[in-house]
């Protein structure tokens, strides 16, 4: 199912500049068309048409680019990297080291669908992760996002939202639909290991794959913390552009860590918080309700 709500505005162009007094808040509410919150719940993923416009892309991607530029510090050529570092340039929490993208970061929109997607009151941010996936970038192997996370919830979503047109030769997500419904699915962490482990899992259980075949800028998937999913090469010879946002439901508690990452998740994120507190500190603000 591929959900709708209305036609994005016409690009102003990829080299907009404006000022962060002229930026657009991201505030007003976009309207769940009446079946994406089942969608979400039975598949565990969703795509959202025009979840931020071509306008507002536009405004905000050369901020956004500008920020990965300066913060990822991936200098290797794609070569001498393994699989993990092949599939995507990764800069997370921009939001704390630049005031502009931290408007993108809290919008009350986008937390806003997250909560009604979730069937939650409200929502907390996790981070923000910029996932850009270089011209002939590698796979990015089947995996669980909240094998990364020390939350003790099934209420956690990923917004995945392109900054660029993309076909399905970019990179575009695919996702195991029902995945989410089994948990947690094992101590793999992305690499050729999970690809391997994670397809045999996917063909045993019998999930169909599914995804959106081609995404415009501000067109948006949102998927569970606990669907499979993952992430073709870029075979085109241009960047694939991603913003992603993650949230989780307010009232979250941190759970006891299962891996070493998110014991490193757990210190890097909730700073200061411990297994079997709430979820909530400077790092995790509630974006909705606001």
Known sequence: METANHQP???????????????????????????????????????????????EVAQYRPILANAVQRLNGERRPLEERDTYGKAFLQTINLWERDQTVRRWVMARRFAKVAAELMGVSG?????????????????????????????????????????????????????????HRDGFAGQLHISDDSEEELSKRVSEKGYRIAGPRSMAPGDATFHSGWTLHRAPPNRTDRMREVMTIIYYADGTRVGQPKNDSQAGDLRAFHPGVQPGELAVSPLNPLLYPA
Not at 20 to 36: F, S
Not at 126 to 145: C, F, S
Request: a negative charge; glycine letters at 8%; hydrophobic letters at 35%.
């Open 9 to 55: 505005a016409a690009p102003r162009g990829d080299n907009a500049r404006v000022s962060p007094g002229e930026l657009p808040d991201l505030y007003n509410a976009y309207v769940l068309p009446d079946d994406a919150p089942a969608h979400f719940q039975q598949n565990g993923w969703v795509v959202l048409r025009g979840v931020a416009s071509r306008e």
């Open 123 to 179: 929502t907390r941010l996790y981070h923000d992760q910029a996932l850009y996936k270089e011209a002939g970038g590698g796979i990015t192997p089947w995996h669980q996002d909240q094998y990364y996370w020390p939350l003790d919830t099934q209420h956690s979503i990923t917004m995945w939202m392109p900054l660029v047109e993309l076909t399905e030769e970019s990179g575009i997500m695919e996702f195991a639909c029902g995945s």
